[in-house]
Nanobody, 122 residues
Framework: QVQLVESGGGSVQAGGSLRLSCAVS????????MGWFRQPPGKEREGVAT???????YYADSVKDRFTISKDFAKKILYLQMNSLKPEDTAMYYC????????????????WGQGTQVTVSS
């Protein structure tokens, strides 16, 4: 079984930066897709960024050019670098891995972490 644990969340002023990490453990197999999702207060969960097993990346329009998804293959850690943060980025952020069916930003993933809170104040 695969386990995902997010870290790096917290409170930051608008315009600031945070880097989220997602540590992967368990039997993962070889290369696999991963992604970051978020759920703002009072809203549905939405895709933020995904990375295909081949390395191709996909971003929500709202975060493109501000966020960067990357993966350390050796350490099995997924990152989300978040710059120029806005109050509307406030949400619980979740990482996910191993697509059931790949569909870019809307990929259906098999494994999920518990989430880490990001709060951006004005």
């Amino acid at each position: 079984q695969v386990q995902l644990v997010e870290s790096g969340g917290g409170s930051v002023q608008a315009g600031g930066s945070l880097r989220l990490s997602c540590a992967v453990s368990g039997f993962t197999g070889g290369n696999y897709s991963m992604g970051w999702f978020r759920q703002p207060p009072g809203k549905e969960r939405e895709g933020v960024a995904t990375i295909h097993r081949t390395g191709s990346t996909y971003y929500a329009d709202s975060v493109k050019d501000r966020f960067t998804i990357s993966k350390d293959f050796a350490k099995k850690i997924l990152y989300l670098q978040m710059n120029s943060l806005k109050p509307e980025d406030t949400a619980m952020y979740y990482c996910a891995s191993h697509s059931r069916k790949w569909d870019g930003l809307h990929t259906d993933f098999r494994y999920w972490g518990q989430g880490t809170q990001v709060t951006v104040s004005s």
